[in-house]
């Protein structure tokens, strides 16, 4: 049954007249509660207010999977205009972005010319940049950039998925570029070919991970709502003597907000992932699918508005 409304969820997701209308529609129903707003500058107040709670932030603009040149230049654009009014407005915020979003699907010169635009702005107001991980396919593409860039800037982070079994090599070879890494299960639909189909060996391989990479010494980010990866990560933190300033927890916005403010009393370092923009209706049905109980909280968002 899970499965079943999981998949779904996951093909609604992909049906363009829904997503339309959603847009002309406006993000009204869903700004201040899973997203920010339709663009950065109306996500603000939101962003504050988490700040003001003891919360860090990283904003992410929805849309991916970009097929035309110029949107992915409006993309970089608009990515440098977030970071400078970030600085400007002296906001606890990050920014994330997904490499589809500024061409990887086009060419990768197209990627590479958008991203030092980016890096460059980043780089000169402290802002890190964390590149998102999207599907297996580009999982190979996205890592080579990220290496690449690492090299020169330092403001630049990636996401790992405890999903794939090639992430434990990943890890590795990572070593020596001391990276900030944030850690996730992973969102998308991947064949068993390459990625674990249970999800208890997802949850075994994201605790090997973790472990691997404080260890290594690594920053880390550990994106996840699951209790029981947030305790083992505490618990291995106090094994190893690994001060609460080499990692930090993340959550999705408007999900476990109120274990997002324990996390924080208790003296952790804890992010909220707020995305914003047009493109909230996909991003919505994806976090539907992943936890369908999301359902009636989605319902009484749509009553209310
Ligand atoms: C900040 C952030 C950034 C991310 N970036 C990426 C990325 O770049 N690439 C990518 O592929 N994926 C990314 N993801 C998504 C991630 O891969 C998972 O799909 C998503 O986080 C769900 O997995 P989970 O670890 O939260 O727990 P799940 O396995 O979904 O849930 C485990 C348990 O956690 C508890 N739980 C989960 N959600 C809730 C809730 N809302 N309320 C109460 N309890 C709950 C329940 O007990 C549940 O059984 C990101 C996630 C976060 C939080």
């Given at each position: 049954m899970e499965a079943i409304t999981r998949d779904f969820f996951l093909f609604l997701s992909k049906n363009h007249l829904l997503n339309n209308i959603a847009k002309k529609r406006g993000g009204s129903f869903a700004a201040g509660k899973?997203?920010?707003?339709?663009?950065f500058k109306s996500s603000i107040k939101f962003i504050r207010q988490l700040n003001d709670s003891g919360l860090s932030v990283t904003v992410d603009h929805l849309g991916e999977f970009v097929d035309s040149e110029a949107v992915t230049r409006e993309r970089t654009a608009e990515c440098i205009e977030t970071i400078e009014m970030i600085s400007r407005e002296k906001l606890d915020s990050q920014v994330s972005l997904k490499m589809t979003s500024l061409g990887l699907d086009i060419d990768r010169k197209l990627v590479i010319e958008n991203m030092t635009k980016i890096l460059d702005t980043a780089e000169r107001h402290g802002v890190m940049v964390t590149i998102d991980m999207e599907d297996e396919v580009r999982c190979q593409a996205t890592l080579d950039i990220f290496k690449e860039f690492k090299a020169k800037y330092s403001c630049i982070s990636t996401v790992l998925q405890?999903?794939?079994?090639?992430t434990e090599r990943d890890l590795s070879d990572l070593a020596d570029y001391q990276p900030f890494l944030r850690l996730v299960k992973g969102a998308y639909k991947e064949s068993p070919e390459v990625a674990f189909p249970e999800k208890k060996d997802v949850d075994e391989n994201y605790k090997k991970l973790i472990e691997q990479s404080l260890l290594n010494g690594n920053y880390t980010?550990?994106?996840?709502?699951d209790d029981q990866i947030i305790e083992y990560t505490k618990m291995l933190a106090k094994k190893h003597h690994?001060?609460?300033?080499q990692f930090e927890f993340q959550m999705l916005y408007g999900m476990r907000s109120k274990t997002q403010l324990d996390l924080v009393k208790q003296g952790y370092k804890m992010r909220v992932y707020v995305p914003y923009g047009l493109d909230w209706y996909g991003y919505f049905m994806r976090r539907l699918a992943e936890r369908p109980s999301n359902i009636a909280f989605a319902f009484k968002g749509m009553v209310k508005s």
């Open positions: 899973i997203i920010g707003g339709t663009d405890a999903y794939l079994y090639r980010a550990i994106a996840s709502h690994i001060p609460n300033s």
